[in-house]
């Protein structure tokens, strides 16, 4: 009996141990390097958290290059254009609708090895306050970290000093949170323009542009798309022009530009356009009419 309560005991031992040494975290390390670059992952992150509670997301880093790299990565709240244009936040400075007053990540520094990987936890802590209750966003920004070098005399007599430029790589994860209790199914159309080109030849690449514009009057964030259909009145020549993917803030307005192609025969057209911003009750469309006239002879 005392024999088998020993090998009992060794036995759970062992299992004990093997059990903790898988629990302990490994840094992951690929197999083979590419030497393709260092790669982020995801580039997007979505949350959709409960004011009052917190999540956490992750972002790996992976080193695929064959030299040892280092990262700080920090928050940052941005504004955005109605072309789209991001323009970052000065540190400590926030935005109305901005989520980094409520992020923390960790770790905030990383050291990378050749083929090395590296996961970012993202942690939200949303508050039970009015200003929870609405959409937000903010930017993960990873920026590579160089050792400072020496700053050497450039003439002999050290009069005139030189110092050397490494240049610098950083990403950029854009991050978005659309609380249960937010609407984005309010998104519409406000503007439409057809203007013509100037077509005095034949070497013309455009036959005008469409000019369309969508104003998001809910509180959540919209990921949507926007495409047009041209339909010739006179011959019924369909064509389809190339859609546009975008992400449009609560009260943000969105303005787009669709050149027409040079190769777009002449005549009377409608342009249909539809805004669709993912709601399961409805899309948003208009339709607007303009004519392409012929194009002008060269001139001798």
């Known amino acids: 009996m005392k024999k088998i309560t020993i090998l009992y005991f060794l036995f759970s031992l062992l299992i004990s141990f093997g059990v903790n040494a898988q629990e302990t975290p490994k840094p992951i390390i690929k197999d083979t390097i590419t030497d393709m670059g260092v790669a982020v992952a995801p580039a997007m992150v979505k949350f959709t958290t409960i004011?009052?509670?917190?999540?956490?997301?992750?972002?790996?880093?992976?080193?695929?290059?064959?030299?040892?790299?280092?990262?700080?990565?920090?928050?940052?709240?941005?504004?955005?254009n109605d072309k789209g244009s991001v323009k970052q936040m000065p540190t400590n400075i926030f935005h109305e609708y901005g989520l980094s007053k409520w992020i923390t990540i960790s770790p905030s520094f990383v050291e990378l090895r050749p083929g090395e990987a590296k996961?970012?936890?993202?942690?939200?802590?949303?508050?039970?306050?009015?200003?929870?209750?609405?959409?937000?966003?903010a930017m993960l920004v990873i920026d590579e970290m160089?050792?400072?070098?020496?700053?050497?005399?450039?003439?002999?007599?050290?009069?005139?000093?030189?110092?050397?430029?490494?240049?610098?790589?950083?990403?950029?994860?854009y991050m978005f949170q659309n609380p249960p209790n937010v609407k984005v199914n309010k998104l519409e159309l406000t503007k439409l323009k057809y203007v013509s080109n100037d077509q005095s030849n034949n070497n013309i690449t455009s036959r005008g542009t469409i000019y369309a514009s969508a104003k998001n009057i809910g509180d959540g964030l919209g990921f949507s798309k926007m495409y047009i259909e041209l339909t010739n009145i006179n011959n019924g020549y369909k064509t389809k022009l190339?859609?546009?993917?975008?992400?449009?803030?609560?009260?943000?307005?969105?303005?787009?530009?669709?050149?027409?192609?040079?190769?777009?025969?002449?005549?009377?057209?409608?342009?249909?356009?539809?805004?669709?911003?993912?709601?399961?009750?409805?899309?948003?469309?208009a339709e607007i009419e303009f004519e392409i006239t012929p194009l002008n002879p060269p001139k001798k």
């Open 51 to 80: 004011p009052g509670y917190s999540d956490v997301k992750y972002v790996t880093i992976t080193n695929d290059t064959k030299k040892p790299e280092k990262f700080k990565i920090s928050v940052a709240d941005y504004d955005m």
């Open 242 to 285: 190339s859609s546009k993917q975008f992400t449009i803030f609560p009260k943000m307005e969105r303005n787009f530009e669709f050149q027409l192609p040079g190769e777009l025969p002449s005549g009377k057209y409608i342009g249909s356009v539809v805004l669709d911003f993912g709601s399961d009750e409805s899309l948003d469309a």
């Open 146 to 173: 160089r050792e400072r070098q020496a700053i050497t005399p450039k003439n002999a007599d050290g009069k005139n000093m030189a110092m050397g430029i490494i240049p610098t790589f950083g990403f950029a994860v």
């Open 119 to 137: 996961k970012i936890a993202i942690t939200l802590a949303v508050p039970d306050s009015a200003n929870a209750y609405r959409a937000g966003w």
